[in-house]
T-cell receptor, first 110, second 112 residues
Framework: QKEVEQNSGPLSVPEGAIASLNCTYSDRGSQSFFWYRQYSGKSPELIMSIYSNGDKEDGRFTAQLNKASQYVSLLIRDSQPSDSATYLCAVNIDTDKLIFGTGTRLQVFP | KAGVTQTPRYLIKTRGQQVTLSCSPISGHRSVSWYQQTPGQGLQFLFEYFSETQRNKGNFPGRFSGRQFSNSRSEMNVSTLELGDSALYLC???????????FGSGTQLSVL
């Protein structure tokens, strides 16, 4: 079992819709969770971090964490074509290694 | 505030050679992590340094090594290059361990 798993996609949503990106992880002791966005040919940039169960909102982005289910998700409201990118979930494993999923490619079409 | 700086941006080497990549973290950041990114495998963790000590290591062969200097700058070295080492090598820094990472632009290594 991979330590951090994501559906590779592509996830295609129309402009203005909600995009839902999901991630599961294997280490029950994980405490830090991050979502990064990576445009083609660019390096990853941080979108959200979340440390406690529940929801955390930042603008159009909402991160959701459920430690019991070992599940973290990212919702993007009012999706725009400029949101088209690969979204990487990152989780700290063994308390101090930040491990990335392989990413979900999101396509937002006009 | 300057971001994470990686040099060189592009590198072409042949099999059997060795290569050294450099990373300067954001000022005040003491943790530096290295990742290898390939289309098939995604971002693979190489190692992490904090205060000149390697704190964590990923599942890469001993040909991959690194170090961190007292000014937090870091280098990684790959010896006896193989074709499969062709990848984007990303360096990321954070203030402390387990905090959000800020990535450099990466070094694109091509092994011929």
């Amino acid at each position: 079992q991979k330590e951090v798993e994501q559906n590779s996609g592509p996830l295609s949503v129309p402009e203005g819709a909600i995009a839902s990106l999901n991630c599961t992880y294997s280490d029950r002791g994980s405490q830090s969770f991050f979502w990064y966005r990576q445009y083609s040919g660019k390096s990853p940039e941080l979108i959200m971090s979340i440390y406690s169960n529940g929801d955390k909102e930042d603008g159009r982005f909402t991160a959701q964490l459920n430690k019991a289910s070992q599940y973290v998700s990212l919702l993007i409201r009012d999706s725009q074509p400029s949101d088209s990118a690969t979204y990487l979930c990152a989780v700290n494993i063994d308390t101090d290694k930040l491990i990335f999923g392989t990413g979900t490619r999101l396509q937002v079409f006009p | 505030k300057a971001g994470v700086t990686q040099t060189p941006r592009y590198l072409i080497k042949t099999r059997g050679q060795q290569v050294t990549l450099s990373c300067s973290p954001i000022s005040g950041h003491r943790s530096v992590s290295w990742y290898q990114q390939t289309p098939g495998q995604g971002l693979q963790f190489l190692f992490e340094y904090f205060s000149e000590t390697q704190r964590n290591k990923g599942n890469f062969p001993g040909r991959f090594s690194g170090r961190q200097f007292s000014n937090s700058r870091s280098e990684m070295n790959v010896s006896t290059l193989e074709l499969g080492d062709s990848a984007l090598y990303l360096c990321a820094s954070s203030r402390q361990q387990n905090e959000k990472l800020f990535f450099g632009s990466g070094t694109q290594l091509s092994v011929l």
